[in-house]
């Protein structure tokens, strides 16, 4: 599969870039969590250059964080700087810190979303999105009960 594949679905406009790699430092133990980030937007009149995005992820992911910040502090970038129709981000990543200290195996992976405008409010637009990313995980949003420790502590 190829990384940082650009997509664009024409029926809907939808705009995907998925499969952005990224690698970040939890802030709680200084640790990695690393994956995948996935990005979708439907432009109303303004669009970002296809390329920036995956930067924009390096850069929110390169300071401290703890995974639902990084997901939501880049669909606020997007959703602030060209104001679409709607915009998703979904985060899949694995935390080192879960890992070491003993959580089961499946549980130091996590998935967290981001949906405004269109993708909150219109399922089919967000089924859409979520069958074109192909989570290899849960439904993003959906979270079990152990292993997030890391995860929204703040
Ligand atoms: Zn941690």
Redo the contacts with the bound molecule.
């Keep these: 599969m190829l990384n940082n594949a650009l997509f664009t679905v024409d029926y809907s406009e939808m705009v995907i870039v998925k499969d952005i790699d990224f690698y970040s430092l939890?802030?709680?133990?200084?640790?990695p969590?690393f994956g995948k980030c996935h990005v979708a937007y439907i432009p109303s009149t303004r669009v970002i250059g296809l390329s920036k995005i995956p930067r924009l992820v390096d850069v929110f992911a390169r300071r401290l964080q703890?995974q639902e910040r990084l997901t939501n502090q880049i669909a606020d970038v997007v959703r602030d700087k060209i104001k679409p129709i709607g915009v998703a981000v979904v985060v899949e990543a694995t935390?080192?810190?879960?890992s070491m200290r003993g959580v089961e195996k499946q549980n130091s992976f996590a998935v967290t979303s981001a949906m405004h405008g269109a993708f909150r409010n219109n399922a089919r637009t967000r089924m859409e999105f979520l069958e074109l990313i192909k989570l290899r995980s849960a439904v993003p949003g959906v979270r079990e009960s152990a292993g997030y420790?890391?995860v929204g502590?703040d």
């Design positions: 939890c802030e709680h133990h200084l640790l969590f703890v935390h080192l810190c879960m420790a890391c502590d």
